[in-house]
Nanobody
């Protein structure tokens, strides 16, 4: 079991930046692949990106590639999502996810653990 708590959401203007954090507790953080998903009102939860256990590999959705950066600090049991050049289309609730595989699945139903989410609103 692992417990995940997101923080860092809020309101930002288009073109701005925001950094989300995901603090983990419970089982050894470094044993999990980690990732971020997001869900906008009326839409399905979609994959944003993921990072492997040792940070050797990262993957991103095409919609955020080049703008978002995922990182993790295993010593602090924390994962981050640096979001740059934000647009109103990035407005969503952002969820931290953990999985026992090498890299987190892009399919939400296959993810093992979820946080409660943190809301991000990008104004135009």
């Amino acid at each position: 079991q692992v417990q995940l708590v997101e923080s860092g959401g809020g309101l930002v203007q288009a073109g701005g930046s925001l950094r989300l954090s995901c603090a983990a507790s419970g089982r050894t953080f470094s044993s999990f692949a980690m990732g971020w998903f997001r869900q906008a009102p009326g839409k399905v939860r979609e994959f944003v990106g993921g990072v492997s256990r040792s940070s050797a590999s990262t993957i991103y959705a095409d919609s955020v590639k080049g703008r978002f950066i995922i990182s993790r600090d295993n010593a602090k049991n924390t994962m981050y999502l640096q979001m740059n050049s934000l647009t109103p289309e990035d407005t969503a609730r952002y969820y931290c996810a953990a999985d026992g595989g090498a890299l987190i699945s892009r399919i939400a139903t296959e993810v093992d653990y979820w946080g409660q989410g943190t809301h991000v609103t990008v104004s135009s």
